[in-house]
């Protein structure tokens, strides 16, 4: 697998949001062990995902890259909302990541 400069920015910034530890960044290191080349029974061990999901995963970001990666596109007719948990950060979704533009530092702006 073979990541662009722009994926591999966007997937590394979230990665390093000491705050966010939610799907999305789970996601995101996936990826990037995957494009590292690793199996998908090593990325599972490593990122703590079952086999399954690593192949889940990989081949929705082959089919609609960083989009694929959003839960929303799995559940199109979902009524998911972003809700502001009091002491918790809202829930960041792949749109809010696409959407940012890069700062001065080369990384998105969340």
Known sequence: MTLSE?????LKSLTERPKYQGPLTRRARMILAC????????V???TGMCVHEVTKW???FL??????LDDAISHPKST???VEREG???ELKWT??????????CSPSF
């Open 6 to 10: 722009r994926e591999l920015l966007m």
């Open 35 to 42: 494009a590292e080349g690793k199996r998908d029974t090593v």
């Open 44 to 46: 599972a061990q490593e």
């Open 58 to 60: 990989r081949s929705r």
């Open 63 to 68: 089919a609609l890259r960083l989009k694929g």
């Open 80 to 82: 998911r909302t972003s």
């Open 88 to 90: 918790q950060e809202p």
């Open 96 to 105: 809010d990541v696409l959407t940012s533009q890069p700062t001065d530092h």
